[in-house]
């Protein structure tokens, strides 16, 4: 069974920039979290969709989104790049019956 | 907002020591989570416990959620190295997990 898939691993940008990151979920999970981990701040919750619609957010300004396509795989997008963006990016599923998350291995975006 | 705070931040041993790690909150969380992440990859969940007062053993790692339901530890014995890593603590409602910062544990052969 395949565990949670996020593109690209590594990307670097320059400030000002926009960046799209992918995440696709184990096979049947509807559900799809993003998450930001930086060493100072560590993990903090970005979103989190279900059935194609943001079911929850968290405090992160409107240059940060996400949607959610039928097939449950989510993309994030983050504009108008700073470098305090700069982090590992974390995707989860969540399997329904037990409330599990599985995170993928993330992104990591260097913004230079 | 709740929040979690994590101690030690970090944490060098020497393998076959016994630790304990620490989870607190002024808040009342209805589970806490905690997850191991290894460099490169992503958090893997090791235990949850819903239930105050509640041990979970798995193998030789000893998690424990307070009465009030407010903290937990982990204590591991016999420390190897392939226990080094960071580990995460995570409370919260169905929808969103609070995170603590983790406690970076690195065990010395």
């Known amino acids: 069974k395949a565990g949670v898939t996020q593109t690209p691993r590594y990307l670097i940008k320059t400030r000002g920039q926009q960046v799209t990151l992918s995440c696709s979920p184990i096979s049947g999970h509807r559900s799809v979290s993003w998450y930001q981990q930086t060493p100072g701040q560590g993990l903090q919750f970005l979103f989190e969709?279900?059935?194609?619609?943001?079911?929850n957010k968290g405090n992160f300004p409107g240059r940060f989104s996400g949607r959610q396509f039928s097939n449950s795989r989510s993309e994030m997008n983050v504009s108008t790049l700073e470098l305090g963006d700069s982090a590992l990016y974390l995707c989860a599923s969540k399997n329904a019956n037990t409330g599990e998350l599985f995170f993928g291995e993330g992104s990591r975006l260097t913004v230079l | 907002t709740q929040l979690l705070e994590q101690s030690p931040q970090f944490l060098s041993i020497q393998e076959g020591e016994n630790l304990t790690v620490y989870c607190n909150s002024s808040?009342?969380?209805?589970?806490l989570q905690w997850y191991r992440q290894e460099p490169g990859e992503g958090p893997v969940l090791l235990v949850t416990?819903?239930?105050?007062?509640e041990v979970k053993k798995l193998k030789r790692l000893t998690f424990q959620f307070g009465d009030a339901r407010k903290d937990s530890s982990l204590h591991i014995t016999a420390a190897q190295p392939g226990d080094t890593g960071l580990y995460l603590c995570a409370g919260g409602s169905n929808y969103k997990l609070t995170f603590g910062k983790g406690t970076l544990l690195t065990v010395n052969p």
């Open positions: 969709y279900f059935s194609e619609t943001q079911r």
């Open positions: 416990v819903v239930t105050g007062g």
């Open positions: 808040s009342v969380f209805s589970s």
